[in-house]
């Protein structure tokens, strides 16, 4: 009896083991299946894997738009894990378009991201994820108290870039001159996080 017990419970450990960590793997050989892949991850609490085919996916599109439509690709999840990675034997590059900076991570607590074993690049931030002037993260912005992991992956040639300061105006007989006002800020051309954790495994940071 003490024999058919321990069988019965490693039996039931499998199976439950299995259950949890199951993902829902997708694959992906377009940016516009990579992008309604990842709103379909973003509107449910579904775990997922995205795996995406050999090739340069370039964004296109204007800045500031947190929804996913354009531009960046804006990862919203709020529950359950998101993986985003090469298939089997593909080289990926994720290509920002220099339109606007590649990833906006803005995961909740329970929807930690994993990306890996690819290239993110020209990327160009020129806001601060709400608003323009200053400039985070070009190649990846985290906020959101989710984890963020990366694992084997290229960033490079990725820029953020703070707005002109003004001119001041110049003076005149009798008259001063104004004073010009300074530029905005430019933080992580390559990587900047603002909230959560990201945890960074053999990857490589190059020309940001």
């Known amino acids: 009896m003490l024999i058919r017990c321990s069988v019965l419970l490693l039996i039931l450990f499998a199976v439950c083991s299995c259950e949890v960590g199951a993902q829902t793997v997708v694959s992906v050989t377009s940016v516009t299946e990579l992008r309604n892949a990842i709103t379909t991850a973003n509107g449910n609490s579904t775990s ?11 964004l296109s599109g204007n800045p500031l738009e947190d929804a996913n439509a354009e531009g ?12 985003i990675r090469p298939a089997s034997g593909a080289t ?4 920002g378009g220099g339109v606007d900076r590649v990833i906006h991570v803005n995961n909740g607590i329970n929807a930690p991201v994993t990306i890996r074993d690819l290239t993110i690049t020209n990327g160009l931030a020129t806001d601060d994820g709400s608003s323009a002037g200053n400039g985070y993260g070009g190649g990846i912005f985290k906020i959101g108290a ?3 992991t990366l694992q084997n992956v290229t960033i490079t040639g990725n820029q953020a870039q703070g707005a002109d300061g003004t001119n001041g105006a110049p003076g005149g007989i009798g008259a001063t001159g104004t004073t010009g006002s300074g530029g905005m800020n430019a933080l992580g051309g390559g990587l900047y996080s603002a909230a959560g954790n990201v945890q960074i495994d053999n990857c490589s940071f190059v020309s940001n």
Not at 48 to 58: D, F, P, Q
Not at 72 to 83: F, M, P, W
Request: charged residues 20%; aromatic residues 6%; negative net charge.
């Open 48 to 58: 997922y894997a995205l795996e995406l085919s050999t090739g340069s996916y370039v």
């Open 72 to 83: 960046d690709l804006d990862i919203t999840k709020s529950a359950g894990t998101l993986e």
């Open 92 to 95: 990926v590059t994720i290509d």
């Open 146 to 148: 989710g984890g963020l």
